[in-house]
């Protein structure tokens, strides 16, 4: 042991080798010394614990070897690109809506170069952000006025501490939602600094219990579009108009929160229907607030349209800046919403709507090919079928309606489902399906292409 520990190199001398050199001039000399002491403390705590180890391995040669293999690892952007064959379009994990073209187009262009974020061209003095985008979104919704922040989360707590901070919101228990990762609407309500007034019971609410509940200190009513999951049987909500009557009678403001919200009659593309913005704003509400990354298309943003009065007092609010989006993300909003204003083919050009609309006979063709092309990688042991299935939109869009797809069922008598999904993980770029009744599937519905189905860059099952 003293003798291995004894015959470790120095980093000094690792770093003079001519080896090193070319390491030195890729990475900063600091970043290279510490991994480099990394290996040597490994390599120390391995021969102090007495196990096997070969000498060649503590050698100079060796060790670099070592240290340029894992700085190339660690130079891999962690973020790294997936297949999506979950059956889940719109997924949270994997980054939600894929951006169209357009947008992403303009994510580049305000990246690369100084853009008129907030400087105004015409007068020459310094604009709003959100000029652009509110314009587009007024158009698109009817609104008297728009802004955007970082995500819908975000645009709640912003909303309801501008218009009820240490005021009551009265909203109904059925519509007291959870959000992804275990965030509550109660929990953003205390943040905001309003205070949480609920009615009805779970299933059943009705305007008598709004308007028994309305007090001196009535600051909000809150109505909650349920949009990740469903109340049926025996059950009843007051509708937007009504409670939009409510609030008038009594002064007090009303806000919707459609969390997916949608700028187009879905149900007009053969898609199961879900809550239009500018249904909503006709409909009275002063406040709807939405995301700009599910059912919109668009990147992660959270949009707040709604009353000129409200909507001036939220931008004037300090939350508003702590919240604010970047300039990339307002070059891809403002993209995404041309498209909504501009293109006669909504559906072709949003990436979000080809694969939600998608025929199944066109999903089917492209399973049939990347059958056998998986059955030719994999080789002869597993067993694949094409077979019928459902997809899911996702993000807590419509969680009641499915989609029809195909999945590739891939079987092995001895591999388990688990290991056979650990590959296809492993593969470059990595492939996400899903388990189901003790079996691998891919489903096809976002999957264009038969071969990014097909494992590539991966280790063998044994």
Known sequence: MSSLLRGLPSVDRLLSHA??????????????VRHCREILDEAREAIRQGRSIDAEALEDEAILTRLGERLHSAREPRLSRVVNATGTVVHTNLGRALLPR??????GEAAAHP?????????GTRGRREATIERLLCELTGAEAATAVNNNAAAVLLGLNTLAFGKDVIVSRGELIEIGGAFRLPAIMEKSGAILKEIGTTNRTHPADYEQAISEKTGLLLKVHTSNYRVVGFSSQVDLPALVAIGRAHGIPVMEDLGSGALVDLSRHGL????????????GADVVTFSGDKLLGGPQAGVLVGRRTWLEAIAKN???????????TIAALEATLRIYRESPDIIGTMPIFRALARPIAEIEAVGQTAVQMLQQSLGADYRMSLEDSTSQIGSGALPTEELPSKVIAIEHDTVDAERIASRFRAASPPIIGRIADGRFLLDLRTIF???ELVPRGSADIE
């Open 19 to 32: 080896r090193a050199q070319t390491l030195l001039a890729t990475y900063r000399r600091a970043y290279v």
């Open 102 to 107: 357009a947008a992403i187009d303009a994510i």
């Open 115 to 123: 853009v008129n974020l907030e400087y105004d061209l015409e007068r």
């Open 272 to 283: 199961p229907k879900e809550p239009v913005v500018s249904e909503r704003i006709a409909a």
């Open 318 to 328: 300090p939350l508003h800046r702590a919240l604010r989006c970047g300039k990339l």
């Open 449 to 451: 292409s038969p071969g």
